[in-house]
Structure formats: C-alpha cells, structure tokens
C-alpha cells in the first residue's frame, strides 16, 4: 500500500496541485492523465524521490523500491546494452563477481578453508537464486529481444543507439529490476507496434504496482484498471480504462453544468428579490440574510473544455484515380538494401498505414515516395495531378531554435499564404504574443504543431505524414484524426498509436525484413490476417510434430482434436467480427450516399427558381447554391469510391469464407 497524503507543489506563483491524496495498491494499473503542463511528470519525480513536495508526504513500505523511466535519456557510455539491463539487479551482479572469485579460492583451498569457502559458496547461490539465479542473463535478454533487440546487437555499447533505442535499454532496466512501483513515463513513444503489444502484455502480468503517463488511448484502455485525472475542476480517481473514465467525465460534465444554470436562476431570483425589498424597513431582517447567503453560497463551476487546436488541411485539386505505383522498388543505402523489389498501388481517397518493427523500412519508404532519398532500382509512378506534402518524423528537428514560432512559419510560406501564418497558428493555439516565443523554449508537444501548422501553409492531395502524433496530447490527436477522415486527398502515414491507426487506416502495408505486404482493408481486418497466417503456421508446425510422434498414446489424438475445435472457433469468431466490420462501414457508407444525394436535390430545386434570378442579390445567392451544390457532387463522388471498396471488400470476404468452408 502506497499513500499520498496532502500533496502540494507550485511554482512561483502557478500552482500545479493542491492537497492531492491517492493510495495505489499492490497490483494495481493506474493510468494518469491531464493536460500537458497539469503537474503529471511532477508528481512522478516526487514519487521517485528526484523532487520534494511543498506539503504533504509519500509514505511507502519499509524496503519498498521505485523505478522511473522518465521522457529524456541521457548518455549511457560504452557499457554494452545487456549488462545496462543486468544493472538492475546490483545484488544479482555482486554475487556473480563473489561466487568466481570463491570458486577461484577453492580450486586451491584445503581441509578447514575448503569447508569455509564451500559454506560461503553455498550461502552465495542462495543469493543468486534470490534475483533470477543462472536464468537471469536469459530473463534479461527475453527482455530487450521484447523490446525489438536483435540478440546479435545485446553486446554492443549503449552509445551507439539513439534515443529513442537508448530509452527502451533503460525500460528493459526496470522491467528486469521489478521495483514494488513502477512510474513509466510516455513508455510508448519510442516503440513499434510489436512491441507496446509485448509490454502491454508484460505489464499486464506484472506483480507490483504500475502507474503510467501515456496518450495512447488504446494503451491505457487495455493495461489500466483505474485512471487519476488532473482535471479543471480538480484532481479525480475513476475505476475502469479511459473510456469508462472519458463516459463519467462527460456525465459529470452535464451535471455540473446543469448544476451551475440552476445556482445561476436560483441567484437572480434572490438577488431581485433583494433589490426588490431592499429599501422596506419590515424586511430588512430577512434582506439582510439573503445577502449573506449569497455571498457565503459556493458557486459551482462546469467544467472548462480545455482548448484544442483546429486543423483543416487545405486540398488541392483532385488526383487522378491511381495515385501511387511502385514496381519493383528497392530503396536504401551501398551498404544495405532496406527494401527490395517492392511493389503496390495506391488509389484516390485510400488511407494507407505504414506497419512494421522499428527499423524495418516504414521512414526510407515514405522518404522515397517523398523524393527526399534516391531509389536503388525499379519506379514509382506518380498519378495525374498528384500535389504531395509530407510530414517527416522529425519535422520538429528542423525548426530553427533561433527563431521565434511566427518567423518559422513566415520562413515556410509562399507570396500567397505569407498573410495567414498568423490566423493558421491561431488555429493551432498559438496566439498574442505566444507567436514572439522562440522555438528553443518549446516542448515536443508545441514543436509538433508548429512542423504541423506549417503544412498548413501548402495546398496537396496527398499527404505523407511520418508520426504525427508524436508529443501531441489525447485531445491534439483527436483533431488531427478527425482532420485526416474529413481530407478527401490520400494519405500514407506511420504512426504507433493503435486507436489513431484503427481509427484512420482504410489499406495496410505490413514492412518488415525488406518485404512489403498489401492488406486491402482496415487494421482490425491487418490483423485478423496476420493472427490467421499465425494459426495456420502453427497448425503446420504441430502437423509436422503429429506426424513425429505417429506412435504416442490416443490422448494426443484427443487433444488434437480439441485444439481444432478451439482453432475453427475462434476462426468462426474472427470471421464474424471482420463481416461485421465491413458490413457496419457499407452501411454507414450508404447512409451517407442517401444524405448526399438528398443534399444535391434540395440544392438542386433552390437553383430551379426563376424568382432566384430576378436581382443581384439572388444572382450571388445562385452562384452561392452552385458552389455548395459542386462541393456536395465531390464529396458524393467520394463517398461512392469508398463505398465501391468496401463492398468490395464484403463480397471478397464472402467468398474466401465460402472458399475455406469447402475446404474445411
């Protein structure tokens, strides 16, 4: 049982919390969440003891140990990755180092010294056991290869690793380390999918207490049992993931608001009643009382939306039908090729997630799309009237830390978007005399969107976007995926964050060990694919071994059996949700065919009245209707491509389920 008790901490005059109170059990998953700036990294330096708290105190278990990983790394030096890890466990290493150095005295030791040496030998490996005994080196190295460490490279010095690299060294660390509270901050920034899927699992098994800072929504939905807020009107503890918190939050929300209009009426009535008998001595008594009701009442506030930024990328002029081929493409370096013979097509209006380990070629092959690398052999072909734009990982790297927000943005513009920078960093919460703050002084978080304001600055139709969400808090993504689903353009993109992938992808290029794989679907039909390539590998495999073992007992058989009972149920299941998928996005599809073709009819019959054309005015109002009436004809066009795909996509499924039922 860990205790906060009357936590307070400010800074000058900016107070960050205020008798805050939290108890973390043993076990316990707990996702804290806020705005950036709320106090969140604050309050995790003072539970890891790297700060001290203006009041209050933290009171933990005799004995029990802390470990933080915190957003930045420092240098590791030339220590190699795996003895890193090792590192913390200090008793396991010290008693590696004893138990050589006794066994060395013993080979050359005698009667009662040989008896003495042997006992400390003894008590040494009772040590050792104690903190993974022999198996420890290979629990550590299970750790980094979790974490995407090839085993060739857990030799080398941390030093030549990037940060981001360097940062899961110091999380495989802690996970070998086991402290009673884990703080992670952000853990996920710097990990590929594969990988936040092996320390969601690896986390969720984990004996001591977890407290995590993250904005991947699908991350704390699936690993916390419980979330602490720091909210406007307070610091909160719900029970459940995000979702079940973000439900009670807009319930409370709603109450408060209701509350608030209520104590609003409820004060006017008063206060004119008042005002009505201030001046009548016979009521001057009761006046008297109602005043200092007023002034003594609590006034309930709502809660304040916290601001977000508002993003609409500017199009260009459509494309044409096919946007992108690539024909036997390889891309890399003399010294190694990072993709070879690939090849894909990509359409009009698809949205297109890059997935694959860190490292396996996402980058290089947006970079190369892009036209910012050379490619080694093959082509890509560009459709008609393709107008890209893209958004390198680092884009923030790139500012100039000398200057100030607006002279980045000015730097960027053209002759005709040089008057708008101001207006468009507005949109991006950046106004006053916050656009004078010089790039040097910004976190990743307001670098971010400045590299992504200044797109804004050039018109395209297709949109190359390398980790957008990088640094951008919870309610940041959700505007720019709610951008990203408006723009009518094609959009390639990388990104981490499964909720914003799930959410955003319509195809699926799976990159990895120089390959690329075509998914012509979302992310949930990806991976019902890829768990379906792993059942029938793993079928192949036990195949292979029945067929080893032909003269085992009848139980294998039985067992067998059952595992393929288990194996068609869950392939039942899987199918079931993958035509449910599809069939709820043909239907949301021709819902929204229906409201634009109703939409195009009632324009259509305000354009048909003569009265329209009898004045100036109806003359601009006509050319108005022809306007909104264009934009909708586009806007159905696309609606229909989307839709062809899906139902495309729908009968495709249909009939390789048919195909696999005849089979089976």
């Not at 290493?93 to 004893?98: F, H, M, P, S």
């Not at 920034?189 to 969601?200: K, M, R, V």
């Not at 008594?285 to 601001?307: C, F, G, P």
């Not at 396996?360 to 892009?370: D, E, N, Y």
């Amino acid at each position: 049982m860990i205790q906060l008790d009357g936590l307070a901490k400010s800074f000058g005059d900016r107070t960050l919390f205020r008798d805050l109170n939290l108890t973390l059990s043993q076990g316990q998953r707990l996702g804290l969440i806020g705005p950036n700036g709320a106090g969140k990294t604050t309050l995790f330096r003072i539970l890891a003891g790297e700060a001290k708290a203006d009041e209050g105190r933290v009171v933990l278990p005799r004995g029990a140990k802390v470990g933080y990983l915190p957003q930045d790394v420092g240098d590791l030096g030339d220590t190699p990755i795996l003895d890193v890890v090792l590192s913390g466990r200090p008793a396991l290493l010290e008693a590696e180092v004893a138990i050589a150095g006794v066994e060395h005295e013993l080979a050359q030791a005698s009667g009662e010294e040989a008896t003495r040496l042997a006992d400390t030998l003894g008590a040494l490996h009772e040590t050792l056991l104690t903190h993974g005994g022999f198996g420890a080196r290979a629990e550590a190295a299970a750790i980094l290869s979790g974490l995407g460490f090839a085993r060739a490279l857990h030799h080398e010095p941390a030093r030549v690793f990037s940060g981001g690299w360097r940062m899961r060294v110091l999380l495989a660390r802690l996970l070998f380390a086991r402290p009673d509270l884990l703080l992670l901050d952000e853990p996920t920034n710097h990990l590929d999918l594969p990988s936040i899927e092996w320390l969601e699992e690896t986390l969720s098994r984990y004996e001591g207490t977890v407290v995590l800072i993250s904005h991947d929504r699908a991350f704390l939905n699936r690993l916390v049992d419980s979330i602490a807020a720091f909210d406007t009107d307070g610091f909160h503890l719900h029970r459940g993931n995000y979702d079940a918190w973000e439900a009670s939050r807009e319930e409370r929300r709603a109450r408060l608001e209701a509350a608030a209009l209520q104590q609003a009426k409820t004060q006017r009535e008063t206060q004119a009643w008042i005002d009505r008998f201030r001046s009548k001595a016979s009521k001057a008594k009761q006046v008297q009382a109602r005043v200092k009701a007023l002034e003594k009442e609590q006034r309930v506030v709502a809660l304040d939306e916290s601001k977000a930024m508002r993003l609409t990328f500017p199009e260009a002029a459509p494309s044409g039908k096919w946007v992108i081929e690539a024909a036997t493409l390889s891309v890399g370096w003399a010294e190694r090729v990072v993709l070879r013979d690939v090849s894909f097509t990509i359409q009009r209006g698809e949205r297109v997630a890059l997935v694959g380990p860190n490292g396996a070629g996402k980058t290089t092959l947006l970079r190369a799309l892009a036209g910012q690398i050379p490619i080694m052999s093959g082509e890509v072909r560009l459709g008609h009237n393709v107008v890209s734009n893209f958004f390198a990982q680092h884009s923030s790297e790139s500012l100039n830390p000398a200057n100030t927000i607006l002279q980045e943005m000015e730097r960027a513009a053209t002759l005709e978007t040089f008057p708008a920078c101001r207006s468009i960093l507005g949109a991006f919460l950046f106004s006053g005399d916050a656009i004078e703050k010089p790039v040097r002084v910004l976190s990743g978080g307001e670098r971010n969107r400045v590299a992504l304001a200044r797109m804004l600055l050039t018109a395209s139709n297709v949109l190359l976007l390398d980790e957008p969400t990088n640094h951008l808090d919870m309610a940041s993504r959700q505007v720019l995926l709610e951008a990203l689903q408006r723009f009518s353009g094609t959009v390639l993109f990388v990104s981490h964050d499964r909720y914003f992938v799930t959410e955003l992808a319509t195809k699926v290029l799976h990159i990895e060990e120089g390959v690329c794989a075509v998914y012509p679907g979302d992310y949930p039909y990806y991976q019902f694919k890829r768990r379906e390539a792993q059942t029938h590998q793993d079928a192949e495999g036990a195949g292979g071994a029945a067929v080893g073992g032909a003269r085992r007992e009848g139980d294998g058989a039985l067992h067998s059996r059952r595992d393929k009972r288990r194996a068609e149920a869950d392939r039942r299941r899987a199918w079931k949700e993958r035509f449910g998928a599809l069939e709820a996005e043909v239907a949301q599809l021709e819902a929204s065919i229906e409201a634009s073709e109703a939409s195009i009819a009632s324009w259509e019959q305000v354009l048909a009245r003569p009265d329209l054309y009898a004045t100036a005015e109806g003359i601009a109002a006509a050319r108005d209707a022809q306007g909104a009436l264009a934009v909708e004809r586009r806007n159905l066009d696309s609606v229909l491509e989307s839709w062809e795909r899906a139902a495309a996509a729908l009968e495709e499924a249909r009939i390789e389920w048919a195909a696999a039922e005849e089979e089976g």
